[in-house]
Structure formats: C-alpha cells, structure tokens
C-alpha cells in the first residue's frame, strides 16, 4: 500500500475508535464476527477511495504544469443547453424533388417585327373571298388590303394562366368597301415556334366592326366592337358601339363581360310624313311649273328631334312664299337639306312648300325628312320607308 492510502486508513480508524471505543462492550463471538465484516465492508469502501484520489490527484498536477499563462478566466456562466435539432424533414413538408416536376411554359411574348417575318396559321375568315387566306400566311403591315394585315397590337398578357405571356393582336382583310377582322392570340411551342392560341373574336353578322381593343393585368382582353362598319355612306358617327370582355376558357375564348347584342339603336327616332294638297301649275315658257304641296310630319319617338331636316328637291329653284323660306340650309355628304324646327317625341308640325319643277325632269318631284343633331350630324329613322313621299299627281 502506498504512503497514502496508510495515511487515508490510519485516519478512517483513529476516527473509528476515538469514536466507539467508550462504548464498546464484549458480546461474544458472534458481535466479533459481525464486527469483522463491518469493518472489511469500510475497508473496501476508503480503499476504493484512495484508488480514485491516487489517480485524479496526478493528473490534477500533470494539467497545473502544463497551463500556460493566459487572461484570466472569465466569470463562471451557467449554459443553457441547446436543444438538439433532427434533420429529418417534417412530414408535413414534403423534401423537394427535382423528379416528375413541370417545366416553364414558353415565353409567348412575340415583337411586331416576329410577327410580320413569321409564317402563320391564322383562324380562318367566316364569309370572306380567297385572297383572305389563313394557311401559311405572312401578314402584311400597313393601310387595308385584300390579303391579312396587321392592323393593331401587338398586346402582351398571361392569358391562361401559366405564367408566361402571350400575343393579342388585331388582324383585317379588306374586300369590297370592308373588311373582315379578327382579333388573334398567339403563343410559341416548347420549340420556340409561333402558334396560333386561337381566336378572341371576329367581325360577324350584327357586329360589323372591331376597331381596338386591350389587355387586362388580369389576362382579359377587353375588345371596342360596333354593330356596322363606316362604309357606303355610313358616317362615322352611325354605328353602335360596345366594349366586351373576353377570357381563355381552357380551349378556346369565350365572353366574360359586357353585352352580348345590340339591340335598337337609343339614338334613333320614327318620323313619318304624309303629303297632301298637292297642286301643280301649268308651264311657263321656260317648262316651269310651280308645284305646291302641304306635308304633315309626325315623330313617334322614342327620340325628340333637335332639327327637322328635309331634301330631294334640291334640283328645282326655290320660290317664294312657302316654308322654305325659312331654310337654313346644312350641306350633308354632297346633299343639302333645308333644316327647320325642332320636333319633340311625339309631337307633329305641319309645312307648305312652294317649289319649281321642270316638265323635262325624269320623274315627279320628291321630298324626303331627315333627323339632324345639334352637330349638323343626320341619323337613320327606324323606319325609313315612310319618311319620302313622291309627289305622283304632279305630271
């Protein structure tokens, strides 16, 4: 045993006796036997003791040689310990996978300079000639003509709904004194090629125009229609005009918003008029006679008229002393009417007017009235056939 472990017993039994000794009576050899093994017990229990001491002590000295020297040490901290994190993705939230995943739809935006150089497959036009193709078509910039052109656009927008954007433009083919009009969506394939998404809408029968149209954030396209196209006569002013909304419905594009028709035009009124009373002289020298009608002229609404217009003898001289006299006279795409009096809805005027004829003219002598604005502007009459009268007993 070593020096230590005898001071570390020698100790333990010094205590033991100064201890117990005083009170220690003999009880046989039964209480020695117990004695005995109380004692081996304490003895394994200090020698185990000593063991461990014999070993920490060393090293305790070993590690004071070795420090060198540094700042001194800090406060002493109580630590806080970390909990441990697993790495093990939450069941709730999947691991990301590059597996089976979608790729970026193509980007469908096309310049108007792409658009212009490319080859085309348009929508093909309802009741157009020929030379309106839509196969292999390679639009045309610039004023109408009689094969496909460019006339607005193009506008860009997500109009499906797969994040990338997509082509709106308006496209015509000019025939007669028309032109039939579209407006086109198109998109690039994974390919990159140009492909045509399909049709917004077209010019048809009761929606004779499309004159612009736009591209709403929301991938909408809202498109100015009207329901005759300025031509042959019909001023620009005439037709009725409507924006309606239209969205991709999967397959094709369908109408979203706005109206769907029409109808009769608010703007327009009903007049009527009736002639009587009419007189004719005889011819002068010249052929001259002198034509007198009286004519009755009735609006039956649903529009008061702000002036009165009347026209077809314009080709006679005017005489004197007949309603005409007090004619301003508008002149109206190469015609002139005679405006008068305003005519509320409803209401009726009655007119004398005085006029020269000519025996030599082609057929007897016409009057017809017109509604005219507040803009010098004359407007159709829903019912157009009885607005003229022919002046027959004249002969």
Known sequence: MTEPDDILVGGEFAEFRA???PVVHPAGTA???????????????????AVVLAVVIPVGANAALDRRPGPPPAPAQTVTPTPSVSTSPSPSTPPPSTAGSTPPAPDGRITRSQLLAARLDLVSWPDAPETCASDNVRLRPGPPD????LRAGPEYGDLDGDGAVETVVLVACHYGEVSVK?????????????VTMGRVVGTREGMGDITEFSVRDSGEIRVHVADIQPCCGVPEWAPQRQWRTYSWAGDRFRQAGGPTKFGVDPRLTDLTMTARDVVAGPPDKKGIRKVTATVTVVNRGPVSVRMLGF????????????????????????????????????ASRTYTFTFDHPVTADGPPTLRVIHIDSQQRYWNDLNGEDNLVELTSVG
């Not at 003895?43 to 003791?49: D, E, H, L």
């Not at 004619?327 to 795409?333: I, S």
């Open 146 to 149: 009689t094969t496909p052109t």
């Open 311 to 346: 026209t077809g003898w314009y080709g006679y001289t005017v005489p004197t002393d007949s309603a005409l006299d007090r004619c301003r006279n508008v002149r109206l795409d190469g015609d002139i009417a005679c405006v008068l009096d305003t005519l509320s809805a409803g």
């Open 31 to 49: 209480a020695v036997r117990r004695t005995v093994r109380r004692r081996r017990r304490r003895t394994a229990v200090v020698t185990a003791t």
């Open 182 to 194: 579209q407006v086109l969506a198109f998109d690039r394939d994974d390919d990159g090629r140009i």
């Open 19 to 21: 201890a117990y000794a």
